[in-house]
């Protein structure tokens, strides 16, 4: 036994547009007449949690509280893939329930009947039209109606013993517009179909599809229909809209919607229905293909005479129409969608009995009854299509009735004067439907505005009822879910009958299972809610409950999106403000956020150029240290290569002029071997921040002229000219790192050679200002070379770059000498710079700010260390101890002093050292620093503790040669310091400077 009133759930996420209009229309109406309660859940978003695969937030789809679950499965398939549709649904399996559009296994599904459209389109083409060559552009193959539709083609035309050209076929489409482009480039542009020829007709799964081919064909020259006829599917909006207007299969979604009601209600009283159930379409012709109704183009004004003036009877055609009667109401009422309650059940009758009515004695109850109907369903563009519609089966239907020729041209006359009707109906209703679209987007937005300005939540109450008085709703309620209690949810907010209802001493707790609690369920009556979400991204609040009295209202989903945005707000507010005062300090710090946010994304975005840019510097610096390291390995294999294959050679050379060449080989390879290490040195100095000069007294003129001697051979083997100018002005007597200064105009001037094939080099040394104690100086280093290009200028002094990238490969080096000299020249107070034109060469500049040496004694002491050779009494030989516990290091140092006048001594260790100093009569200790036993500073130390020890000058030889190495060593109170590997000359100058400095102090 049926309940006397049942409740159905429609569920359809994806509620709004066209085809969900059409069918909510079709529930609703269906739902209204035959008594059942509605709850539309909707929304226009993804309502659906895959986390166990059930609407959560929605408690109320049961089968306590629902009778029966109408599904729209094509919405569902906008966010789940058929499995998971599938998976879901289970969770309401114990409901009766029907589907609409996508077929659900085990669930009947109400569908539209593909076969039976495609029939008409081709039946038309074929029959009607004498057409052939249809070309067919198939919808996607991975959704039930596409694939069905391009499967019902190609059965269609097999019946038809038609063959199917691949050329004529566009495969693999959608149902967009850009589809419908794509397959008419592909026929016309590179197949080169002709039309008329070729391909006759172009049959379309979609209207979408259709008003793509329509908009191209009209860009290629092409007439439709005379040229090709285009055939759409679904009757949409678009189809009366483009232009020429478009032929096309009409649905009738509303009656999908209609039909669910009643087939539901028959599986709730037990009846068994097919899985799939399929409702005929119509085919709606337009111009696509030619066959609009024939206007009436000149008609008389009639009355009971014809043209030749003889009384006519028009009883028996009017006999013969009500003999049709129910036939023809049957067609009118297949065509019909309109959706307003006001429209009686008997339209269609009353419709035909007052066109009766006219054709005896032109009441103009048709033009009355017409006018009024148009006026009741609303004058949106799609029901006056429907009128049109209607008018057109009543044509069609009428028509086959009649025998007379005087009594068809007055029909005729009837149908032009309803389409005039219809058609003056739209154009009044354009400017009103605009005027009254553009005033509910503007209402629309200032609630919007007004809803966002509550801060808490009774404001906001105040802000939702002024909102829907605004909007002339009839009904309104808000439910929250209860955060302490997730089986509850609280009715929040009830607008009713134009008014607020107090409910604050009503029990508004209620169970989640209902929609709404008891007292305001209306059990007298019927009803038909829609049921937004409210929700703030994946949080769910609650919902929202409307009185479903228009499906073409959009204005339910603004309202929403609204509120949701307005609750969530006050939900963060509340959660951060907790006295009366902090939300008067926070309303104040909201009206400063949008300028806060602004400032903070200026400054994301310079640091996102900032980091860009350091990004960018990161990948130079790599790719440059790529290329260094590429170059290291070859600058330091190539003369190891050298000395090891000299070295082996020589063991086999018996001639000692060939000797001497080789060894003289040997000498200078390992001298750039030590140079390139020392190089590597400094700018890992450099790169730790370690890099310190040291500050000694020296003769300039004397170092100048030294550093010019190791190059003005290299210059004349190259053919070059080389000269060194020293501005007389320039103090001759300064105290500076004369190594490092040294270093530096090595580096320059090094340079310089290397890169110039023929011309000159010039070294010149100015000054530029100085006083009593200080001078600075300017050093310019001039060449004839390849200069370097502009691009390049800038980066010539960054590490581990050179001026071009086959630099290396032609001339050899690493690229670090600039970047060393500009870190000395930095320390010595200078800056360094270069002027360059590529082809016709450089000028290095550096400038170095010095002390002068005034005291006389350290003058003179100057000279003697400058001369090229420092000679000690010849009556006698240096008494050289030497302390170095590695025996090829002692065998090697015995070779470089064996020629000199010393006589050398050898200790492995500091204890022997300290013995033999005391037994011993030396000149001079050579000291190494790490040996067994004890090392070279505890043994100095101990030496200078003794008497004998202070008047003795100690030297260190070491293969530790960073800055800290010698500090230390001076530290334990040794004279100077010697790096490994030594140069006989180095150690030669240093021993007697020390020897002949000791002597003239004792």
């Known amino acids: 036994m049926q309940k006397q009133q049942l409740t159905f759930g429609y569920l359809a996420p994806h509620a709004y547009g066209n085809i969900g209009s059409e069918l909510l229309s079709g529930v609703n109406n269906a739902a209204k007449k035959n008594n059942v309660n509605l709850l539309s859940i909707g929304g226009g978003i993804p309502l659906i949690e895959l986390e166990g695969n059930t609407f959560s937030h929605y408690n109320f789809i049961n089968n306590k509280n629902l009778d029966g679950l109408i599904i729209w499965s094509s919405s569902l398939a906008y966010y789940l893939n058929p499995d998971e549709i599938e998976k879901f649904l289970l969770n309401y399996q114990s409901l009766p329930s029907i589907c609409l559009g996508k077929p659900i296994p085990s669930i009947s599904t109400i569908v539209i009947d593909s076969y039976q459209s495609i029939k008409l389109i081709i039946d038309h083409l074929i029959i009607h039209h004498k057409l052939t060559k249809i070309a067919f552009i198939e919808g996607p193959n991975n959704t039930f109606y596409g694939s069905t539709r391009n499967t019902v083609f190609y059965k269609i035309m097999t019946e038809y013993n038609i063959p199917i050209a691949d050329k004529l076929i566009f495969k ?41 081919v329509i908009d191209q064909l009209v860009n290629y020259g092409i007439n439709i229909p005379y040229d090709v006829i285009v055939m759409g599917y679904n009757n949409s909006t678009i189809s009366s809209e483009i232009f020429p207007t478009l032929t096309t299969v009409e649905p009738h979604f509303y009656f999908h919607g209609y039909n669910s009601v009643e087939r539901l209600i028959s599986i709730i009283n037990g009846k068994k229905l097919p899985d799939i159930i399929s409702l005929p379409a119509e085919l709606i012709l337009r111009e696509s293909c030619g066959c609009m109704e024939k206007q009436v183009v000149s008609t008389p004004v009639f009355d009971n005479r014809n043209k030749n003036g003889v009384i006519f009877n028009p009883e028996e055609d009017i006999h013969i129409i009500l003999s049709n009667k129910n036939k023809i109401i049957k067609d009118i009422r297949n065509i019909i969608e309109l959706s307003m309650d006001e429209i009686p059940d008997d339209w269609a009758e009353k419709l035909l009995l007052s066109f009766i009515s006219e054709l005896s004695n032109k009441s103009g109850e048709f033009f009355k009854l017409l006018r009024y109907y148009i006026n009741i369903s609303g004058k949106s563009h799609k029901s006056l ?24 041209l007055k029909t005729e006359d009837i149908w032009n004067q309803a389409r005039i009707l219809i058609n003056i109906a739209s154009e009044y209703s354009l400017t009103i439907v605009n005027s009254n679209s553009t005033n509910n987007s503007n209402l629309l937005s200032q609630v919007s505005r007004y809803l966002n300005t509550a801060f808490d939540f009774q404001s906001l109450l105040k802000a939702i009822e002024i909102s829907i008085k605004h909007l002339s709703l009839d009904m309104f309620y808000l439910v929250l879910y209860d955060n302490d209690n997730p089986d509850q949810a609280n009715l929040v907010f009830a607008f009713k009958d134009g008014q607020r209802i107090n409910i604050d001493n009503k029990k508004m707790k209620f169970q989640r299972e209902k929609h709404l609690p008891d007292d305001f369920i209306d059990k007298s009556n019927s009803y038909n809610y829609i049921v937004e979400p409210c929700n703030f991204k994946n949080n769910y609040l609650g919902y ?10 959009s204005y339910y989903e603004t309202i929403r999106i609204s509120i949701c945005t307005a609750l969530q707000g006050i939900n963060y507010i509340q959660e951060i403000i907790k006295t009366k005062e902090e939300k008067e300090i926070l309303y104040k710090t909201l009206e ?25 510097e990161a990948n130079k610096a790599n790719k440059a240290k790529s290329v260094f390291l590429a170059n290291i390995s070859h600058e330091i294999r190539t003369p190891i290569n050298c000395i090891l294959g000299f070295a082996e050679a020589l063991r086999e050379i018996k001639n000692d002029k060939e000797k001497d060449q080789y060894l003289s080989l040997v000498i200078d390879e390992s001298s750039r071997l030590l140079e390139l290490i020392n190089q590597l040195l400094d700018i890992s100095k450099i790169e730790a921040g370690k890099l310190y000069l040291s500050e000694d007294s020296f003769d300039l003129k004397e170092l100048l002229n030294s550093t010019s001697l190791i190059f003005e051979t290299s210059a004349k083997n190259k053919g070059l000219l080389f000269k060194l100018l020293i501005d007389t002005k320039v103090p001759i007597f300064i105290k500076s790192d004369s190594l490092r200064l040294r270093q530096v105009l090595i580096n320059l001037v090094g340079n310089a050679i290397k890169f110039t094939q023929k011309g000159r080099i010039e070294v010149l040394v100015e000054l530029i200002t100085e006083n009593r104690e200080t001078a600075e100086l300017l050093f310019k280093i001039k060449d004839t070379g390849i200069g370097i290009s502009p691009d390049k200028l800038n980066m010539i002094f960054d590490k581990f770059v050179q001026a071009e990238d086959n630099i290396t490969k032609k001339y050899g080096g690493t690229g670090l000498g600039a970047t060393i000299s500009k870190q000395i020249v930095e320390l010595m107070n200078g800056k360094i710079w270069v002027e360059s034109q590529v082809g016709t060469g450089s000028i290095f500049y550096f400038t170095i700010k010095v002390k002068k040496v005034l005291d006389t004694k350290e003058k003179f002491d100057l000279k003697v260390q400058t001369g090229q050779k420092i000679l000690i009494n010849n009556s006698r030989k240096i008494n050289l101890l030497l302390v170095e516990d590695y025996s090829v290091n002692k065998k090697m140092m015995k070779a470089l002093l064996s020629s000199n006048n010393y006589n ?99």
């Open 592 to 616: 400063a956020k949008s300028k806060e946010l602004e400032e903070r994304a200026n400054e994301i975005k310079t640091v996102n150029e900032k980091l860009m840019n350091a990004i960018e």
């Open 385 to 408: 299509i429907v009128w049109h519609n209607v008018i057109s089966a009543m044509r069609r239907s009428i028509t086959t009735c009649l025998t007379n020729q005087d009594i068809y």
């Open 172 to 212: 693999n489409g959608g149902f967009k517009q850009r589809f419908g482009i794509e397959a008419v480039n592909l026929f016309f542009n590179e197949r080169n179909l002709k039309p008329g020829k070729d391909i006759e007709a172009i049959v379309t799964c979609s209207d979408m599809v259709a008003a793509g």
């Open 544 to 553: 929202i409950i409307f009185n479903l009295k228009t499906v073409y209202c």
């Open 904 to 1002: 050398v001594d050898t200790a492995d260790n500091g204890i022997e050292a300290i013995e033999m100093f005391n037994k011993g009569n030396y000149d001079i200790i050579l000291m190494d620093i790490q040996m067994p036993v004890m090392d070279g500073y505890e043994a100095t130390k101990i030496i200078r503790n003794d008497i004998k020890g202070k008047n003795i000058p100690i030297i260190a030889l070491t293969a530790n040669a960073f800055e800290q190495d010698k500090i230390n060593c001076l530290n334990s109170g040794m004279d100077d310091f010697l790096a490994k590997p030594i140069s006989k000359n180095n150690l030669t100058e240093k021993i007697n400077f020390w020897v002949l400095k000791y002597n003239m102090i004792n």
